[in-house]
């Protein structure tokens, strides 16, 4: 079965808002994780990734936010804007830190209202 | 473009048939990975390549499903006799495999059996 599942499937928010999206894991040797954002008929493009010795990480208006405790990590967007509006995965990475076997969750669709 | 290319993007055929899929990494990336993403799931790994050799194949990869890497460029996915359940987006992704560096995916090619 899948190591890596999404709390939920949707996720409405005000332009302007920030967006927080969320993910639990079960392997608990698992110690690289990666966000990706799916635009439709596209592929998955990468926003950031996180090592299981840290607990966050920033980018530009994207902070990952790991919780090994809990086996949680969320993604928070910034200033939401409707080029945000994908599905957001989250992958773990079952193999060495250059092997992108990833184990991805189902997704969560992002949706920004204007 | 540099980045990853498939083609076809698109492919209708009927059960039973062969079809083949190709991928182009970015020029110089060693690793190659296939993944199949079926609708509303995130994708699932199916095989990688460093350089031409084939390192490991999911449980997902049927005997019906081939991959190859000939010259350690270009790879192909074969499905032979086709079955409904094969219907799905094949997405293609590579990377250096030198460093922490991300692997880019491609924009996939759909696949519908009919």
């Known amino acids: 079965g899948e190591s890596v599942g999404l709390h939920l499937p949707t996720l409405s928010v005000q332009e302007g808002d920030n967006s927080i999206i969320n993910c639990a894991y079960s392997n608990s040797a698992s110690d690289y994780f990666i966000w990706y954002k799916q635009e439709s008929g596209k592929g998955p493009q990468f926003i950031i990734d996180i090592r299981s010795n840290m607990d966050k990480r920033q980018g530009q208006r994207v902070t990952v936010l790991l919780n090994k405790t809990v086996k949680h990590l969320s993604l928070q967007i910034a200033a939401t804007q409707p080029g945000d509006s994908a599905v957001y995965f989250c992958a773990e990475n079952r193999g060495s830190s250059n092997d992108y076997k990833l184990s991805f969750g189902a997704g969560t669709t992002v949706t920004v209202r204007a | 473009d540099t980045g990853v290319s498939q083609n076809p993007r698109h492919k209708i055929t009927k059960r039973g048939q062969n079809v083949t899929f190709r991928c182009d990494p970015i020029?110089?990336?060693?690793?190659l990975y296939w993944y199949r993403q079926t609708l509303g799931q995130g994708p699932e790994f199916l095989t990688y390549f460093q350089n031409e050799a084939q390192l490991e194949k999911s449980r997902l990869l049927s005997d019906r499903f081939s991959a190859e890497r000939p010259k350690g460029s270009f790879s192909t996915l074969e499905i032979q006799r086709t079955e409904q359940g094969d219907s799905a987006m094949y997405l293609c992704?590579?990377?250096?495999?030198?460093?922490?560096?991300?692997?880019?995916f491609g924009q996939g090619t759909r696949l519908t059996v009919v």
């Open positions: 020029s110089e990336h060693n690793r």
């Open positions: 992704a590579s990377s250096s495999g030198q460093g922490e560096t991300e692997a880019f």
